[in-house]
């Protein structure tokens, strides 16, 4: 345990901790390997700080208790780009790049966070590029 | 037609103005979503077959959660929406969710608000895992984060403001009422002393206020 909170972390500082445990595991290859990581280390986070324990059959309900949950087939979005895999929850869309980049954005605001994949194209850039290809 | 998309045209209809965004889900047994935008307020709305509606605050702090509000039918789901983008309410999840939501809007840790309620972190952990709490504790919280609680007793026909025992919203009588005669304390004209003490402006705004929530039940 990294952390020593005098109090019970926030969400943001739960999120934090994902984004900081995210970047010293990566970077990672491929689509599956990142969202794998990703959901590992979400879950741990909230059950080492949350306090609240995984009901994943009340999550499917919608009835998430206060607990961050990661993305999941149900959430997922957007067929057609060759290159990116995105989830949308209420206030987040998260994608994973093929070559295992990941961002994380608010649907109305900036990018939380990302991660390059490791042959250093973001999700950015894997967007870029089909833009790019588009006549 | 999906309940989402027949929710977004009766949106659309009553507030053609309004930005509405529509997401689909990759999969047949996925979630809908529908970003409803009106000036500046966004509410989010999400539908799944299996459990129907939710409304969300789509600012919410927090990343992967179920949505606020849940409603079985268009009907309700429509009434809460419209509801919501008429007014600066915002989707609330149940109280035991949201006394933690509202402290880390605020930026404080359960230690900060403890302090500010000269209670122990412990009291606060408590009452925000709550489901049930009492009026005057939660009013207390809720002061605690500069906001204060108004209740209500709503009916079909009329609703009836419940003022609790030591709210700032004091009742138009006990503002006004003085025990000392104006002209004997101060002297010249009661006006000028209301003014002076600042109880006219007081009435003045409770006058304000009252009118606004008629104005609301008329509706």
Known sequence: MLLDFTD????GERLSEVWRRLHGTGPFSMANEALARFCEILNAVEDELSGISK???????????GRMYPPDEMFQIDRDHPLITSYRQTGHITRFGKNGSIEVAKKFGDVEFYLAGTDGRTVSDLLQEKTNESP | MNPLKELRDQIQGEFPSAKIETTEPAHGDGIWWLDVTLGTKTVTVDWHSNRGFGIS?????????GPDEKFASI????????????SNEKPAPPLQYLLGRLRERMGLTQGELARRLNVTQATVSGIERRGDVQLSTLARVINALNGALEVYAVFADARYKIVL?????????DIVRDPIPFSRREGGNAFTCLEKTGQMSRARDRQKRILQEHSIMAT
């Not at chain 2, 605050?57 to 959660?65: A, F, R, S």
């Not at chain 2, 009907?75 to 008429?86: H, V, Y």
Request: charged share 25%; glycine share 14%; proline share 9%.
């Open chain 1, 8 to 11: 019970p972390p926030s969400k």
């Open chain 1, 55 to 65: 009901d994943l059959a009340a999550a499917k309900a919608g009835n998430t208790g």
């Open chain 2, 57 to 65: 605050d789509t600012l919410q702090v927090g990343y992967g959660e």
């Open chain 2, 75 to 86: 009907a309700d789901t429509k009434r809460r929406l419209l509801s919501l983008l008429g």
């Open chain 2, 165 to 173: 025992p030591g709210s700032a919203h004091e009742p138009i009588d």
